[in-house]
């Protein structure tokens, strides 16, 4: 069945260093979306990538969505303490632009002033 | 504007006890989305709404599950004969239906004694 993978499980990273979450399934996606979710709160929608070797970038965020839409990655550059939070990758089966999000189990970031 | 909303916040019941959880998505959103969330993991899908047809239910667990969305509007989860493996954060989240970005509401702790 459908499968999504996320590494690392935890990052800690002392506040201006760069970070990293991989995300990874198990068959080919129709999109993918990332969020966030804050201790305490629920997730919230970060972006979406749909195309194949799509890359898009938010101030200091990347999202990068893999040639074969099997992997994603978001990169966080010069990390700050706000960006604190558990960050989840959620795909969408190949086939289907609506319904069903497989997400990941998310990175937890901790950023240490 | 108004974010999705959900009642009770919290939900402590006894083991075998029936329990409903309502959602209140943002107003005029067509899908409406039900997770659940153990602590350190990722939403994981229950079922999906586009109106008030349920168009996707491979998600729910068993048949003491259910879900209704009977006017297109506020949703209903149901657990029947609840069972402490239950216990859970239950969270909703709804959608224009296009690019259907998820807008997550706050969730129910639903705790089984």
């Known amino acids: 069945g459908q499968q999504v993978m996320q590494i690392p499980q935890y990052q800690h990273v002392q506040e201006g260093e760069d970070f990293t979450t991989y995300c990874n399934s198990s068959?080919?996606?129709?999109?993918i979306q990332w969020y966030k979710q804050r201790p305490g709160g629920h997730p919230v929608f970060l972006i979406q990538?749909?195309?194949?070797?799509e890359v898009k970038k938010q101030k200091r965020l990347t999202f990068q969505f893999g040639e074969a839409k099997k992997n994603s990655s978001l990169h966080i550059t010069a990390t700050q303490t706000t960006d604190v939070g558990t960050y989840f990758c959620a795909g969408r089966a190949r086939g289907s632009t609506l319904g069903r999000l497989y997400f990941g189990r998310g990175t937890q970031l901790t950023v240490w002033p | 504007g108004a974010g999705v909303s959900q009642s009770p916040r919290y939900k402590v019941t006894k083991r075998g006890q029936d329990v409903a959880l309502r959602c209140d998505p943002i107003s005029g959103h067509v899908s409406l989305y039900w997770y659940r969330q153990a602590l350190g993991q990722g939403p994981e899908f229950l079922t999906y709404?586009?109106?008030?047809?349920?168009?996707?239910k491979s998600g729910l667990p068993n048949d003491r599950f259910s879900a209704e969305r009977p006017e297109g509007s506020i949703s209903t989860l149901t657990i029947q004969r609840t069972e402490q493996r239950d216990s859970a954060m239950y969270r909703c989240?709804?959608?224009?239906?296009?690019?259907?970005?998820?807008?997550f509401g706050p969730g129910t702790r639903l705790t089984v004694l």
């Open positions: 068959t080919t996606l129709s999109n």
């Open positions: 989240a709804s959608g224009t239906g296009g690019a259907d970005t998820q807008y």
């Open positions: 709404f586009n109106y008030e047809a349920q168009q996707d």
């Open positions: 990538l749909v195309k194949s070797g």
